[in-house]
């Protein structure tokens, strides 16, 4: 938002006079091991040579600061790829106290997926299934792709041999065989080397990916002549789980090895979450070396053209673009952020798997995602209505911008945006989060739902339009923590009636659409520009006549302005210089950040200030992220929100 004077929106907060504090320091209210054989297989026993993913010889001490890895606060909390606060869990797990936990196999989506043959002789109905079954037993169960089952189908095998660390692997083909093959180097890596050595008994993993000149291997007659590809994540407990590409002869190229973690080092670059040591130039690189992805979470920016999420974690170049999201605000799939990526990492950016050979467990996990997602609708207006405006009597449309200082929304722009009306009076207002629900601020509300209404689509504040909806409450629900004195825990759940017969409670109305409820507070960094809507107070004094909106900038450390009084789950946004804030009249209202593809989120609710727009004293709101488990517990929703359902 601009800074000129047309521009500045004083919105700052009025709560109940009741919950107002009276001492002056008070703020002002802003009112898997697989099958072996008898027989092991022999090789000879060539000198592996790493690959280009493995470090060079350990250092001596790791360095203090680096300039990818940090910061500190981040390393201290051992993330790992089951902390759904910074990343999304796969479709077997859902996300829990901010931890990714395993699923009942049933849970699982059953739209555009193919059946896996386990070990067990088992057949699942998706890949996901047997996912969830593994993660729940801490067992590996895939085959393979395909429903028949028995006993006389043969299964998946591996096989590492402990000297040379050469692995091969048996894969049932469609004829009712199986295959014996190596593994290509292509895009062997760390991830992949961890998976093959935790799936021959050694928990920590690979301690590096190796390569073997497949050539200085011919003498071997019993040697399979072709290699396939694998890509793995890092998560799986065989390579059964991986992605299996691009089978090829495997004379005159180099073909995969692993050598295995068998005791840590006595020196160490870089600690992972699971103790296992490796190198600090392996740390924010996209790749999964430490094997529970801890070495790819906490990232100032990233190594060897990986890509970097603005929540700090590093991901492998080929999950750029690859339809499936992984950064939390979708930025790996952005289009913008995908072209600008792959045209300055032209020369890093491989050519995508083929798969036609092999079923792609990307392919049934995208098939998930989107089932998942169409079950919420949230975050995107109706772009429709959006910019339509005021009609006059001479039916010419006309944008009105009568309020000093001020930007007045259209009349349907704004469609989560509620007024909260007691006994006839609005002096809140507060978000529409899909269902029968409605969040705004505790000091807005007292529990008496008899006296409010909640008046959807309203644009005038004191007079309906065509679109507006008017719905009575039957419940509010104040978090049980709430301090009026301080404003500690200022949110409250407002529960609309139900129309009769039905489970819903309004209308299907174009111009009303739900918000979305955010699950991490890492999702938008500080200075994201958001945005503040409401029929507060303007620069001038007088209250709004029409929805106001403005543009925020999120803000870090308001410790320094309020001390003592800002508390946890409490959040700052505006600008330190006072040209924006939230001033009277727009208590409970929201404020609202979009992501990267788009979707817009309830960041913020709007709860208390001090010194309205005045220079280092920045509006203070509710992080909704911080009370999403409270939000998700009292609706009762199996999802809130996208993908980590």
């Not at 049932?172 to 890596?189: I, K, S």
């Not at 973690?261 to 670059?269: A, F, L, Q, S």
């Not at 909704?624 to 609706?635: D, S």
Request: hydrophobic residues 30%; charged residues 20%; neutral net charge.
């Amino acid at each position: 938002m601009r800074s000129d004077s047309f521009l500045l929106l004083f919105l700052l907060i009025v709560g109940s006079q009741a919950s107002n504090p009276s001492d002056s320091e008070q703020p002002k209210a802003i009112e898997q091991q697989p099958e072996q054989s008898r027989q092991k297989p022999k090789f000879p026993k060539p000198k592996p040579t790493p690959v280009a993913t493995t470090p060079a010889p350990k250092t001596t001490k790791a360095p203090d600061t680096d300039e990818f890895l940090g910061p500190q606060e981040c390393l201290d909390k051992k993330l790992t790829r089951a902390s759904c606060g910074l990343v999304f869990c796969p479709p077997w797990q859902r996300c829990v106290e901010g931890q990714c936990t395993c699923k009942l196999p049933y849970l699982c989506p059953t739209e555009g997926v193919k059946p896996v043959c386990g070990q067990n002789h088992r057949t699942f109905t998706s890949y996901c299934q047997a996912m969830a079954s593994s993660c729940r037993t801490k067992k590996p169960v895939v085959s393979h792709f395909g429903n028949i089952c028995t006993v006389n189908i043969p299964k998946y095998q591996s096989f590492l041999d402990k000297d040379t660390g050469l692995i091969r692997v048996f894969l049932p083909n469609a004829t009712g065989g199986r295959e014996n093959l190596l593994l290509c180097q292509q895009d062997w890596d760390m991830a992949a080397a961890n998976v093959a050595c935790r799936e021959h008994k050694h928990p920590l993993g690979a301690a590096s990916a190796d390569s073997v000149d497949y050539n200085s291997l011919t003498p071997n007659t019993d040697l399979p002549s072709r290699c396939v590809s694998v890509h793995c994540q890092g998560y799986e407990m065989s390579l059964a789980e991986c992605e299996i590409y691009d089978k090829m002869a495997a004379d005159g190229g180099m073909v995969a090895a692993a050598t295995c973690y068998k005791e840590t080092p006595e020196e160490c670059g870089f600690t992972c979450a699971n103790q296992k040591c490796i190198f600090r130039n392996q740390t924010c690189d996209g790749v999964d070396d430490c094997g529970d992805r801890s070495d790819e979470m906490c990232c100032k920016s990233c190594r060897n053209g990986a890509f970097h999420c603005r929540s700090g974690v590093c991901l492998h170049r080929n999950a750029v673009g690859d339809q499936l999201i992984d950064c939390l605000d979708g930025a790996d799939e952005a289009q913008k952020r995908v072209e600008a990526f792959t045209s300055a990492a032209s020369d890093n950016v491989t050519s995508a798997p083929n798969t036609s050979e092999y079923i792609s467990r990307k392919n049934e996990t995208r098939a998930n995602r989107k089932h998942l997602e169409a079950k919420l609708s949230c975050g995107i207006p109706n772009k429709d209505l959006v910019d339509d405006t005021e009609t006059d009597n001479r039916g010419r449309k006309s944008r009105r911008k009568r309020v000093v200082g001020g930007i007045p929304a259209n009349p349907t722009q704004i469609q989560w945006q509620v007024a909260l009306e007691e006994n006839r009076r609005i002096d809140c207002g507060g978000a529409y989060i899909g269902g029968c629900w409605v969040l705004t601020a505790a000091h807005c509300v007292r529990p008496n739902p008899s006296a409010f209404k909640v008046k959807f689509s309203l644009w005038k504040k004191f007079r309906a339009q065509g679109t507006t909806d008017i719905v009575p409450v039957t419940d509010i629900r104040i978090h049980p923590n709430y301090v009026a004195s301080t404003y500690e825990n200022d949110i409250a759940l407002v529960q609309l009636e139900k129309l009769p017969f039905t489970d819903k409670c309004l209308e299907d109305n174009p111009a009303v659409r739900a918000v979305c409820v955010p699950w991490t507070t890492q999702l938008f960094p500080p200075n994201h520009t958001c945005s503040i809507s409401g029929w507060g107070r303007t620069a001038d004094g007088r209250s709004a006549q029409v929805l106001l909106w403005a543009n925020v900038s999120l803000i870090s450390g308001c410790e320094s302005s309020y001390k003592h009084r800002f508390k946890p789950g409490m959040m700052c946004a505006g600008d330190l210089e006072g040209h924006v804030d939230s001033c009277q009249g727009d208590s409970g209202g929201p404020l609202v950040c979009q992501d990267e593809l788009g979707v817009s989120y309830l960041w913020g609710i709007v709860s208390w200030g001090e010194r309205c727009g005045h220079q280092g004293f920045p509006g203070v709101y509710t992080q909704v992220a911080h009370y999403f488990e409270w939000i998700r517990l009292h609706t009762g929703w199996p999802a809130v929100t996208k993908f980590n359902s």
